[in-house]
């Protein structure tokens, strides 16, 4: 274990910078940034580049903070449920305590979640070392389907989202029998479609399109910082609600589909169901701030865990470090702690340090990160048009790229613009693959018997597992039907 | 939006034709000239400023082969 070299310090700190101001724009999320920035990443080495785009996913959740609670703007998903308290505490002139809270809750909730990181990725990894590719089909649609069911938006649409996801990543040539499928006999499609450009697309130029149809909303005027850090009341009344969020984010966060947004809302209702007065929140409670802020941070950060150790993404954002990962040529999966140690334990040793870095500078930059907001999207959107066009084209040097980014630019304006959810497809995208090659192998090891999925004990469990939560859903609603 | 589209097909028909950066400099303009409305002023500084800020980088400092008039 080495510690953080200065040039993967600095892209750490770029990385949490980046991931701040992002935070800070309502619009341009994480995942969008993380897919524009893709082609940029590929000059530099490959723990510098995952430092990079790592520090702009938990550097978000730092940054979406802040316009929650100063103007009633949640930059981000995360951040929704911290704009109740947050700006209510605003409002009553406390918005530094509001914005302190957020910023310790979060760099605890991080750290916590870095250390469970560190303890239980390796033991993870060495289980899943064994795992054959039945096993690995049985977990890829696992993720497939979670994302498609707990994920936030409409289940039917998210389905139909992963569904679509799942069919490009048959374009291409067959790599058992080498027949094309869907190519329409163009060289262009032969090796079937880069992950890029779909993510580039989709994320990226799918939401300045559908942007540009909002109106844009004119923020309030910020609220001013006084004084931020909290009062010995305020951080004893927030102890606990640090403690669970961890916990809850942690654990949120390891799960498919889980996550960040997820584990924000679970928290704050949890702190609200404990609260002797639940009234408080809504009103300007700590706690309101503190728990969603410390989970948003800790799931952030545990998401992490399913990708490095079993190269099975959690959620949309991950399935883009998936494709880093490939592009840099090292395959997620349980042998990367041991295969490439560097790369794992630099980006782990660089989330300690990003968290730090985060910490001290958000509170006293504060109000640069508020004058970001006053940039016109006029003026950054047609610049983040420009750099998605030819980061795209940098990729492979063809003009084909472009084309495909412009078109699944239009399918993601068209997916937001009728509530479908890009974030199924990129992942089911990613995963498709993967459990293609996966079942394949595995049929041929089975000699062509299904049946071998469930006698083996692990993917057996999993598709177990699987249909459990599958039918869930179905059990609750049948119960609530009887009297 | 229809023509935003046909912009964005534009500019990727344009490019292996003419090098990136006109065809850069008239994106960046049109859209912040029609879809933004800014000044005239702003949109030529911001326009060519960017497309330089991009040579910088992609062509001089990373060497990346984009076709370019200059």
Known sequence: ?483 | MAGVVVGLVGFAVLLPLVGFEIPSVVLLLAWMRVLGKEAWGLSVVVSVGTVAAFYGVFVVLLEIPLPRLI
């Open chain 1, 1 to 483: 274990m080495e510690f953080l070299e200065p040039l993967n310090l600095l892209y750490c700190l770029i990385g949490v910078v980046i991931g701040m101001l992002i935070g800070v724009l309502p619009g341009l999320g994480p995942a969008a940034t993380i897919a524009i920035l893709l082609p940029v990443t590929y000059g530099v080495e490959p723990v510098s580049a995952i430092i990079l785009l790592a520090g702009i996913f938990y550097g978000a959740q730092y940054g979406g903070t802040i316009t929650s609670v100063l103007l009633k703007l949640p930059g981000e998903a995360s951040s929704v449920v911290t704009v109740f308290d947050g700006h209510a505490l605003a409002r009553q002139g406390k918005a530094g305590t509001a914005l302190g809270i957020a910023a310790i809750g979060s760099f605890i909730g991080g750290t916590v979640s870095i250390v469970g990181l560190t303890l239980l990725a390796p033991v993870v990894a060495a289980v899943a070392l064994d795992f054959g590719p039945p096993e690995y089909a049985a977990l890829a649609l696992f993720g497939v389907l979670l994302v498609a069911t707990v994920g936030n938006g409409g289940r039917t649409k998210a389905v139909i989202a992963a569904g679509l996801g799942l069919l490009l990543a048959t374009v291409g040539r067959d790599t058992f029998t080498g027949a094309s499928r869907f190519t329409f006999d163009t060289l262009n499609l032969a090796d079937g479609i880069d992950f890029v450009p779909i993510a580039m697309g989709l994320f990226g130029l799918g939401e300045i399109l559908y942007n540009l149809e909002q109106r844009h909303r004119t923020a309030a005027p910020p609220a001013a910082v006084a004084n931020v850090w909290p009062s010995r009341a305020d951080l004893r009344k927030s102890g606990g609600a640090i403690g669970r969020g961890s916990v809850i984010g942690f654990a949120l966060g390891v799960l498919p589909g889980g996550g960040a947004t997820l584990s924000s809302l679970v928290a704050y209702a949890v702190e609200k169901r404990r609260a002797k007065h639940p009234g408080r929140f809504g009103q300007g409670a700590v706690e309101g701030v503190a728990a969603p802020e410390t989970a948003n941070n800790a799931a952030a950060t545990s998401s992490f865990i399913p990708l490095l150790t079993l190269g099975i993404p959690a959620n949309a954002t991950m399935a883009l470090l998936f494709g880093a990962l490939l592009i840099h040529g090292i395959p997620p999966g349980p042998q990367l702690i041991t295969d490439h140690p560097d790369l794992f334990w630099g980006v782990v040793n660089s989330m300690y340090v990003g968290n730090v870095l985060l910490l001290i500078m958000s509170i006293p930059m504060v109000g640069l990160f508020v004058k970001i907001l006053r940039v016109r999207p006029a003026v950054l959107a047609p610049i983040t048009v420009l750099i998605t066009l030819i980061g795209v084209y940098t990729v492979a040097n063809q003009v084909f790229d472009i084309f495909l980014v412009v078109a699944f630019g239009v399918l993601g304006y068209l997916m937001k613009k009728f509530g479908f959810e890009p974030g199924p497809l990129v992942l089911a995208f990613v995963l498709g693959s993967l459990l293609e090659t996966a079942v394949r192998q595995s049929l041929l090891l089975f000699d062509g018997n299904p049946a071998g999925f469930l006698t083996r004990p692990i993917s057996g469990t999993v598709l177990a597992v699987l249909l459990l939560v599958l039918l869930l859903p179905a059990f609750g609603k049948l119960r609530r039907r009887k009297p």
